[in-house]
């Protein structure tokens, strides 16, 4: 199977843009979740789609949003970029089938690498 | 709050030692703890995961080791070698999926 992909691998911005992140989940896998990596915080949950919806979100402002489409792909966006926002931006798949809601094992894309000027 | 706390940041092993990297967690609702291994300019990768019945797992030269009451938790890497440089990364989750990363640990480990 080939893994989680991420589009693009590596953006520049400057503040006050928008940007939008793709990734493509590992086939058959329902769960799609986002993080933020940066040296001095490690790796930060942003959120997670299950079936088209938002299932869980972490503590980052509205200026991050994301949706899942129905083929399970999720997109992540960011709206008035501070320089903040610069990082690594992960996201993640996992099997997660209907009715089973316990832990399951998630499997990280490479990245995009996110510079804001 | 940091949900998962994970030591040293840096560590430096002699070719063959034992790599030895810690975390503790506070939520006892956790029962899943992974760990991940991330070279630069690549994703984490999966390494090996445990769940809170077993007090230890090993896979090849990785072992988990488990303390419960401690609400503690251990990678240890043995006969480390060169190619084992790299980030890595202590997780737990939950009820709800959610996963809580440690900050990390950046291994080199020297021929």
């Known amino acids: 199977k080939a893994g989680v992909t991420q589009t693009p691998r590596y953006l520049i911005k400057t503040r006050g843009q928008q940007v939008t992140l793709s990734c493509s989940p590992i086939?058959?896998?329902?769960?799609v979740s986002w993080y933020q990596q940066t040296p001095g915080q490690g790796l930060q949950f942003l959120f997670e789609?299950?079936?088209?919806?938002?299932?869980n979100k972490g503590n980052f402002p509205g200026r991050f949003s994301g949706r899942q489409f129905s083929n399970s792909r999720s997109e992540m966006n960011v709206s008035t970029l501070e320089l903040g926002d610069s990082a690594l931006y992960l996201c993640?798949?996992?099997?997660?089938?209907?009715?089973?809601?316990?832990?399951?094992?998630?499997?990280f894309g490479p990245g995009t690498r996110l510079t804001v000027l | 709050q940091q949900q998962v706390k994970q030591s040293p940041q840096s560590l430096i092993v002699q070719k063959g030692g034992i790599s030895i990297i810690n975390c503790a967690y506070e939520?006892?609702?956790?029962?899943?703890f992974p760990w991940y291994q991330q070279f630069p300019g690549k994703g984490p990768a999966l390494l090996i995961a445990?769940?809170?019945?077993?007090s230890e797992k090993k896979e090849g030269r990785f072992t988990i080791s488990f303390n419960k009451s401690a609400k503690q938790f251990s990678l240890h890497i043995m006969d480390s070698q060169p190619g084992d440089s790299a980030t890595y990364f202590c997780?737990?989750?939950?009820?709800?999926?959610?996963?809580?990363f440690g900050t990390g640990t950046s291994l080199t480990v020297i021929p």
């Open positions: 939520n006892t609702a956790f029962d899943y």
């Open positions: 086939s058959g896998h329902r769960s």
């Open positions: 789609y299950f079936s088209e919806t938002q299932r």
């Open positions: 997780a737990a989750s939950g009820p709800g999926n959610q996963f809580y």
């Open positions: 993640a798949s996992s099997p997660r089938t209907s009715g089973n809601w316990g832990t399951d094992t998630q499997y």
């Open positions: 445990i769940r809170p019945d077993v």
